[in-house]
């Protein structure tokens, strides 16, 4: 632990001298509400310019993540371990996002990406896992594919404009300030649900899953994640609330999605209160709530199949075709402190009774951490943050993995609780007209909620090219 802060502390110096820098916008962010201390200025530098205005937006990213581990204590290990011997792995991410005003209400949204690399340990054995941009499935192809296919309408319910950042989420230069907002077709859930402008974009800030999103959103999502569904908006200057209706994948985290809502559904509700718990400070309180109706099995059942002795190991996919629900909360909040530094927060939990189906292996977790503008040490476009996120799952989930039974993510073959806790600290330093460089270090605590293994240090080196 000490070394991550003293790492948190280094960060802030050694980098300062890198050459004049600028900003990049989050594409999972909605620019006009985010109050992100990195992106506070107005100024958007790229490897080529974007226009304020117009019809057309094409733009594009790459994004290259390389992570190490030393070798680490384990009392014993499972074919879902996180591997205690050394290990190197790198991912990329390259997107194309493009849009086309059809009119200024509508507008389409079409991005294409191409996903490689690995993740350590195949991204398995950790519930917080270390790189976000990782595909969990890496026997799927490297080939481009479709990410994103949207159709995009805004409703005026007033008179009165609001500036609005282009985006590849949103082409439009102004929006009306009271407005519902219709969304249809392929995008990411994590797009507009749960969204936080300081830990959302795993290509400039925080790459943990858990840090970035809330562990215990199991949203809607294929291996890739992403889904096909239905969102609708509302949004004043005031308060926003949103809702959509979306696709589940046929198997856990698998790459296919289930097209029949009677066998499979995702509702999702969020309320936005766009104030923060500071008077004459900015800052944004997100409520979310959700619920998931798939094929999932039930740990309960499988514990009891186990102790029958009806099978060798538990298995929760060891079931009858059925129709199960698992639904979840969470709170998500950003607060200004000054201009420069930014707080923010999440807490989720599921009922933990239901297979964990789309995201990850959390049941419940809670998270704080703060985002620090380069401003403070000269540095404009630069921005640092830290945060630390503790993760749990339900008494029968654990008790389904202290028996041997595996989940899409965790499974070392037996199980001495306990809560998964990460320490993380970023900083991303601009080079030169778009292209960000810099280090991450995370510090994980009980590893797969294994108190016999870990704890586990991980090293990053991040290089992102905003196009």
């Known amino acids: 632990m000490p070394l991550l802060l003293a790492w948190a502390v280094l960060l802030l110096g050694p980098l300062a001298i890198i050459a004049p820098s600028a900003s990049a916008q989050d594409p999972g962010s909605t620019a006009s509400e985010s109050v992100d201390p990195g992106a506070a200025d107005e100024t958007v530098q790229t490897m080529f310019p974007h226009f304020k205005e117009g019809r057309f937006w094409i733009s594009g990213q790459a994004n290259f993540i390389f992570q190490t581990n030393p070798p680490f204590y384990a009392l014993y290990s499972g074919p879902h371990s996180f591997q205690p011997y050394y290990e190197k792995a790198t991912s990329r991410v390259l997107t194309l996002y493009t849009g086309f005003e059809l009119t200024k209400s509508i507008e389409l949204l079409v991005d294409v990406e191409e996903a490689g690399g690995e993740g350590l340990s195949q991204a398995l054995g950790l519930a917080g896992f270390t790189n976000l941009d990782v595909v969990r499935n890496p026997s799927l192809s490297q080939a481009p594919y479709l990410a994103r296919a949207m ?23 102004e929006l009306p300030a009271r407005r519902i907002e219709l969304r249809f077709g392929k995008f990411g859930m994590a797009d507009f649900f749960d969204v936080n402008s300081v830990g959302s974009d795993s290509h400039l800030q925080f790459m943990n899953w858990t840090v970035d999103q809330n562990g215990g959103y199991d949203y809607a999502a294929d291996t890739r ?17 949103r809702f959509g209706e979306a696709l589940l994948p046929t198997v856990a985290n698998g790459p296919d999605l289930v097209w029949n809502l009677r066998r499979s559904n995702a509702s999702n509700f969020e309320f936005e209160l766009h104030r923060g718990f500071l008077k004459k400070k900015d800052g944004i309180i997100r409520l979310l709530a959700y619920i998931n109706n798939a094929n999932m099995g039930i740990y309960q059942v499988a514990n009891e199949q186990y102790l029958e002795g009806k099978v060798a190991t538990p298995d929760i996919t060891n079931h009858p075709q059925q129709v199960t629900a698992k639904y979840g909360f969470g709170v998500n909040f950003e607060q200004v402190l000054t201009p420069n530094i930014v707080v923010y927060g999440r807490f989720g939990w599921n009922n ?35 945060a630390f996120v503790s993760n749990g799952i339900s008494s029968e ?31 991303t330093a601009h080079f030169w007209r778009g292209i960000y460089l810099g280090p991450d270090l995370q510090y994980i605590v009980h590893p797969g909620y294994n108190q016999v293994r870990g704890p586990v240090t991980v090293p990053s080196f991040r290089l992102h090219v905003e196009f």
């Open 151 to 173: 159709y995009h309408q805004v409703f005026a319910l007033s008179h009165q404009k609001v500036e609005n950042a282009r985006g590849p989420l949103s082409t439009f230069s």
């Open 225 to 241: 994640g992403y889904t096909v569904g239905l969102i609708v908006e509302y949004q004043s200057p005031k308060l926003g609330f």
């Open 352 to 386: 933990g009774k239901t297979e964990s189906w789309a995201y990850t292996e959390v049941d419940q977790t809670f998270q704080a951490g703060a985002g620090f503008a380069g401003r403070m040490w000269k540095r404009k476009y630069d921005r640092a943050g830290i």
């Open 397 to 427: 989930h654990a008790r389904y993995l202290s028996y041997g039974g595996l989940g899409f993510i965790l499974g070392d073959g037996g199980l001495t609780y306990g809560r998964e806790n990460i320490l993380e600290t970023y900083y």
